[in-house]
């Protein structure tokens, strides 16, 4: 086979083309934000109090309200005690916080068709 057969039969597949949102890209969430989420919803639907939950969690109740609010990075010994202290597992509330994750991530992903292109040289 010639070399000039050879280049005829190369195909040079493209990325497939995505759509793009209108406006500025959504920005990843931060994990501290998602369980800051979780650990709010989780209180709130017991209809406790930031003291609460501080309170029998062993941390103050402004370091609670900042990881709820996603201002503060909590180590796991504070997640774990604020986690019990709604009477969930560390691993309960890590796994609610990933289905947040997981449902940022689908709302960003774009669901248009492959409409790619093949070049053939």
Do not use: F
């Not at 890209?25 to 501080?54: F, N």
């Not at 774990?80 to 449902?103: I, K, N, P, Y």
């Amino acid at each position: 086979m010639s070399q000039h057969a050879s280049n005829e039969a190369r195909v040079i597949p493209l990325r497939p083309a995505t759509a793009r949102p209108a406006g500025p890209p959504a920005k990843e969430p931060l994990w501290r934000d998602l369980v800051g989420d979780v650990l709010r919803r989780e209180r709130l639907a017991q209809e406790r109090t930031l003291k609460d939950v501080a309170d029998e969690a062993r941390i103050s109740m402004p370091y609670l309200s900042e990881v709820e609010r996603g201002r503060k990075e909590a180590s796991s010994e504070v997640l774990a005690a604020a986690a019990q202290a709604l009477g969930l597992g560390l691993g309960d509330l890590l796994s609610l916080a990933q289905t947040e994750l997981t449902r940022h991530a689908t709302r960003r992903t774009p669901k248009a068709p492959y409409n790619g292109l093949c070049l053939v040289a």
